[in-house]
Each structure stands twice: as C-alpha cells, then as structure tokens.
T-cell receptor, first 118, second 117 residues
Framework: AQKVTQAQTEISVVEKEDVTLDCVYE???????LFWYKQPPSGELVFLIR??????QNEISGRYSWNFQKSTSSFNFTITASQVVDSAVYFC???????????????FGKGTLLTVNP | EAQVTQNPRYLITVTGKKLTVTCSQN?????MSWYRQDPGLGLRQIYY?????VTDKGDVPEGYKVSRKEKRNFPLILESPSPNQTSLYFC?????WGTGRNTDTQYFGPGTRLTVL
C-alpha cells in the first residue's frame, strides 16, 4: 500500500530564511507520481508540481525547488528566501501507476504547516 | 479562464437527506477526483474518474457515490448523509497524468463546506 509521511507537523521561520519541507514515501511500484500542493490560510488548494518516478532531475521554479531521491524515497521541497506569503499548509502526495492501468489513487501526507514570520 | 466550479459552496443539512455536490470543469480534462479534508486527518481521496463512465474508489468511498456521464461533470452524491460526513470537500481535474506532461497542472474547485446535523 502506498504511504506518504510528512514528519514535520509545523515549521516556523523568519522571512528570508530558506526552509525545506520533508516528504518520504512508500510504494511497491516502480512507476509512480509524486506531488506537492499548497493550501494558504484562505483555504484553496493549489497544485505546485507533479513528478514521475522516471525523472529524478531536480526541479526549480523561482524560489521553489524540489529534490527527488529514489534511493531514500524522498521528495523534499525547499523554499529559498521565504516570504510571508509562503505561509500555508503544504501537502505531499503519491500516486501509484498500476501496470494494468487501474490504480490512480492519490494518497496524501498529513501536511506541514509553514509559518513565515516578518 | 480555466476553472473548476463546485456548488454549493456551503451546505447545512440533516441526517438522511440525499444531496448532490456538483463539480464542473471547462478544460476537457480526463481525470477528475473528489477529496475530503478533516482536521487531523488531512486530505483523503473519495473517488476518482479517468474518463467518461470510468470511476474508481479512493481511500474513503463509503457513503458516497459518483457518476461521470459527461467529461466536464463529476457530481458527488451522498444518498443518506451522516454527521461523520461533515467535512470540507474539494473537486479537482487534470489531464490524465499517465500520459500528461510533468508541466500539466491539476486544478481544484473552491471547496464545499458540508455540515450534516
């Protein structure tokens, strides 16, 4: 069964600090997808990234970067020079891709509440 | 404008009174899904659909039904709501990520806050 662990329940940083949110996953499949989502205090859900298991290249998008390491089953998310607007709950998620094409369930971690203080 | 709409946004109802939460997307996406969010439990997938007439259970399907008769709509049906279905519900759509590009985006509806008394 697939499982996602976000061990950090809450993180508090001061603006301009770099912060890394950890995500560790478990899966028996060789083909799977990993996701990160953001939920700001206003409550909407925002998709940030999807990465497939064949692509271990790190991804950078502005101040956001993602480090995918199959060897440690981790897909960590780093915010560089954090800003108050980055304050949100961040969710990591996993979707296994059954070779029979029948399983596209999405399993979420419990989320990490990031607070960026001015 | 690309969007996922959900209705109603807020609903207070009573146990046993059938209700439907609608979800519609305007992006011709194959994949649609429903999630519920509860304090302490995070986000959990209820049902998903990979295309018209193709649906499957997520982690918490009990007490819910879905249908996908048209590509754009994916309603969530609670035949006999109970208080433990009080939750915040999100609908989402995306291209089918098995064939989509890594740059494709998943879009979420604004959420439906449901209270079952």
């Amino acid at each position: 069964a697939q499982k996602v662990t976000q061990a950090q329940t809450e993180i508090s940083v001061v603006e301009k600090e770099d912060v890394t949110l950890d995500c560790v996953y478990e899966t028996r499949d060789t083909t799977y997808y990993l996701f990160w989502y953001k939920q700001p205090p206003s409550g909407e859900l925002v998709f940030l990234i999807r990465r497939n298991s064949f692509d271990e290249q790190n991804e950078i998008s502005g101040r956001y970067s993602w480090n995918f390491q199959k060897s440690t089953s981790s897909f960590n998310f780093t915010i560089t020079a954090s800003q108050v607007v980055d304050s949100a709950v961040y969710f990591c998620a996993l979707s296994e891709w059954d070779s029979g094409g029948s399983n596209y369930k999405l399993t979420f971690g419990k989320g990490t509440l990031l607070t960026v203080n001015p | 404008e690309a969007q996922v709409t959900q209705n109603p946004r807020y609903l207070i109802t009573v146990t046993g009174k059938k209700l439907t939460v609608t979800c519609s997307q305007n992006m011709n996406h194959e994949y649609m899904s429903w999630y519920r969010q509860d304090p302490g439990l995070g986000l959990r997938q209820i049902y998903y659909s990979m295309n018209v007439e193709v649906t499957d259970k997520g982690d918490v399907p009990e007490g819910y039904k879905v249908s996908r008769k048209e590509k754009r709509n994916f309603p969530l049906i609670l035949e006999s709501p109970s208080p433990n279905q009080t939750s915040l519900y999100f609908c989402a759509s995306s291209l089918f990520w098995g064939t989509g590009r890594n740059t494709d985006t998943q879009y979420f509806g604004p959420g439906t806050r449901l209270t079952v008394l």
